[in-house]
């Protein structure tokens, strides 16, 4: 798995683990935009890290739903300088929805799937970038859209 550095073009190998208590204090609302604390008793909180650092660069809120037989992502987000047109490295979100997207695939198999609620509007964002499917409010990755998402960013 891997993120791509926007001013050199250079592909830098990443990991994506769970946040342990202590990672809470660098989640900040000011890089982070939300406040990751609130969520780490109800969800499974990961992040995603550069192989070799330790700084957080994307952070992901995940809930296993079995009756469903789905994982939605209740919060994802890049650090401040890995947003917009600036970015710093590009694919971040990508790792993290694809992540999600193999652990949906090993617990479920063929009937897996990956929800997300966006901001309003983000939706047309996850639609047209990683091919997500519109649910109502939600959208979302089952079948083939999901196993593209694992094959372009995870192997």
Same mark, same amino acid.
């Given at each position: 798995m891997e993120i791509v550095e926007r001013a050199t073009g250079q592909k830098k190998p990443v990991s994506i683990t769970r946040v342990v208590k202590g990672d809470l204090k660098s989640l900040t609302k000011q890089r982070y935009f939300f406040k990751w604390k609130d969520l780490y008793e109800t969800t499974e909180l990961y992040k995603l890290t550069i192989d070799g650092d330790d700084d957080i660069l994307g952070v992901? %809120? $995940?809930? &296993? /739903?079995? +009756? &469903?037989?789905?994982?939605?992502?209740? $919060? $994802? %987000?890049?650090?401040? +300088?890995?947003? #917009? @047109? @600036?970015? +710093?490295?590009?694919? /971040? %979100? #990508?790792?993290? /929805?694809a992540y999600a997207c193999g652990l949906a695939n090993r617990a479920y198999a063929d009937l897996a799937c990956v929800s997300l609620l966006p901001k309003t509007e983000l939706k047309k964002h996850y639609i047209q970038r990683y091919n997500m499917l519109e649910g109502g409010a939600q959208v979302f990755l089952e079948a083939a859209p999901l196993n593209n998402m694992i094959k372009k960013y995870l192997l």
């Amino acid at each position: 798995m891997e993120i791509v550095e926007r001013a050199t073009g250079q592909k830098k190998p990443v990991s994506i683990t769970r946040v342990v208590k202590g990672d809470l204090k660098s989640l900040t609302k000011q890089r982070y935009f939300f406040k990751w604390k609130d969520l780490y008793e109800t969800t499974e909180l990961y992040k995603l890290t550069i192989d070799g650092d330790d700084d957080i660069l994307g952070v992901m %809120a $995940l809930q &296993d /739903i079995p +009756e &469903d037989r789905r994982f939605e992502i209740k $919060l $994802l %987000a890049s650090s401040r +300088e890995n947003v #917009g @047109t @600036t970015k +710093e490295y590009e694919h /971040i %979100a #990508g790792c993290m /929805i694809a992540y999600a997207c193999g652990l949906a695939n090993r617990a479920y198999a063929d009937l897996a799937c990956v929800s997300l609620l966006p901001k309003t509007e983000l939706k047309k964002h996850y639609i047209q970038r990683y091919n997500m499917l519109e649910g109502g409010a939600q959208v979302f990755l089952e079948a083939a859209p999901l196993n593209n998402m694992i094959k372009k960013y995870l192997l």
